[in-house]
Each structure stands twice: as C-alpha cells, then as structure tokens.
C-alpha cells in the first residue's frame, strides 16, 4: 500500500521552515510570496525524449508493489530542490506538508523516471541526516537530493547514476577581502562553514590554513544566509548551488579552483569522482531498482544534464 509518515514533528518543523525552503539564496525573507509564472528557458542541447518503458513489468521490484516511485529531498537545497507554494512549471504536492510543492532539478530527474515506468511520484520533504536512515528502513524507494556518491555513503546505500557531475567551488561576496582569491592559499585566515554531512565540510575547507571553520550549517539556505549576514567570509559548496545563489544575489561571487595547483586536494582522482558525482540512492541490495534508475539515467550525457540543471535554475522561485 502507498506509505505517508507524516509525523507531526516533522510536519510543523517544515511548516516553520518554509521561509528558508523558498529554494534560492536572497536576503528577503517574505513566505508570502509564490514562484514567478515563468516559462522554462529553452536548453541549447537537445534533451532526447523520455523513453516509452509502461509496459515494463516491474511489481517484482522491492518498493515498486504499488507502482508508487517515494522519494525523499530536503525540498530546501536549491537548484537541485525547493519548495514553493503553488504547481508552478511542473511543481509536484510535498505529500507530508499539505499545501506545499517541490520543484527543482532533482524533481524533473524524479518525473523523468517515473514517466519511464508510468509510475506515480510521491515527494516527501526530510532533513539532510535523516535522508540515508529513511532509505535503509525502507520508508523512502530513493533518495533524489544532490548526494555526492562517497565511499561512506555507498557502505550505507547503493546509488545509481550519476546524474549530474558537480565541481567544487568557493562563494563569497564582492566586497571580501577574498573576493579575488586565486586558489584556496588566498583563503587562509577566513571564516568560513559548509552544510553539515558533507565532503565540503568534512574535506575541503580543513584543508585552508588558519581558518576559523564554523559550526555547519543545517541546510544550503542557512549556509548561504550566513555569508549573506557576513558570519562568515565564505563558504564551500558545488557549482550548481552557487550559480543558483548569485542569480538571486548580484553581490555574491564564485570562486573556481577546478583544474589548477590551488584546487582542494584528494589522494586520487577516483577519490576526487566519488565526491563530484551525484547519485540517487536505493536501499542496499535493491539492484532491480538501481538498474531501472541507471537505463533511464543512461539516455542523458553530461551536457545534457547540465542542460536541465540551467532550465532549473531559471525556474527558481523569487522570495
């Protein structure tokens, strides 16, 4: 039978939340307001169409019984997912806090899977930590959240994919000291976070000399709001997540080390892979479902992938 854990905590702590879950990274703060009507920008590659599959029988597949694909994202880590409050530009119903929708780059992945199979999509809206936990009990079939596919994460789950391949960069605003920096050297001294449970965190900013690393940040929108606030001189995060900050803030800048001797350092570039490449997440041993994730993921090249990230970027709800 279709599952709904709507717990009560989880429901009125999301409800709170919605301020920061508006799914970009400008200091206004008003949760009144609903997504812009856009129209998605056109992608310059050509994305093929999603490949025909309904009557691909797959009741056999663990979590599939119901052919209802359950999905968990935080719904507040923008351009990969965020909430907004009408269906705009293809906005599904968050099933655990009623009136809600998520939309995003890791939605459009969801929906393309899903149209695949003729499976129905149910989003439900779960803290960062708690997205790992929820596939191992089996009250989520995946997890579609922009999760690097790490060593430690893979020991917990089985991911497939990639889906999207991110590069690490450094944000800050125009007006730091930093602002030009030119390899993580020039960031020495800085304070600076990260969100929690990530290799941005954990790896990458202890390798800046003298910095004053902070407590991480619960969420991409807190990380991004503290450099908005000046608590800290920078942060750390992927491409996709910074490009969507400074299209809804001018004064924010992208720093980009990739492919120079001042880059953040892994002992092997397999290292360096499993941590710019984005996965979904199964439950261990669920190989029937990863495989028909992985023949769906297939049909898409890199630039197309970062093709649909752009158009989600461009669809982004103003708060």
């Keep these: 039978m279709r599952r709904r854990w709507m717990s009560a905590i989880l429901v009125l702590t999301m409800a709170l939340a919605l301020t920061a879950c508006g799914g970009d990274s400008s200091s206004s703060s008003n949760n009144d307001s609903t997504p812009a009507e856009t129209t998605p920008a056109a992608p310059t590659v050509e994305i093929p169409p999603v490949e025909d599959l309904t009557g691909t029988d797959t009741s056999a597949i663990p979590g599939l019984e119901d052919g209802v694909l359950t999905v968990g994202m935080e719904c507040a880590y923008a351009p990969y997912n965020w909430t907004q409050m009408d269906d705009s530009n293809g906005a599904v119903p968050i099933s655990n806090v009623p009136g809600a929708y998520a939309n995003g780059y890791d939605v459009m992945i969801a929906q393309r899977i899903c149209e695949t199979y003729g499976w129905e999509l149910e989003i439900v809206s779960s803290a960062w930590d708690s997205l790992c936990p929820a596939v191992q009990s089996g009250t989520m079939d995946a997890n579609i959240a922009g999760q690097s596919m790490t060593a430690d994460r893979m020991n917990e789950v089985d991911m497939a994919g990639p889906y999207y391949y991110a590069t690490i960069v450094v944000l800050t605003t125009k007006d730091s000291q930093y602002a030009n920096a030119a390899s993580i050297a020039d960031l020495a001294g800085g304070t600076c976070t990260s969100q929690s449970g990530t290799i941005w965190y954990d790896s990458c900013l202890p390798q800046i000399e003298n910095t004053n690393l902070l407590a991480p940040a619960d969420s991409a929108p807190a990380m991004i709001m503290q450099l908005q606030t000046g608590a800290v001189d920078y942060v750390c995060t992927d491409m996709p997540t910074a490009l969507a900050a400074v299209a809804k803030d001018d004064n924010l800048v992208i720093l980009n080390f990739s492919g120079t001797d001042g880059d953040f350092q892994f002992a092997t570039e397999e290292e360096r892979a499993e941590n710019v490449n984005i996965g ?29 990230m752009d158009q989600a970027i461009s669809i982004q709800p103003e708060i």
């Design 280 to 308: 979904i997440s199964v439950q261990k041993g669920n190989t029937q479902l990863a495989d028909a994730i992985d023949t769906v993921l297939s049909a898409l090249n890199e630039e197309q992938f970062n093709a649909l």
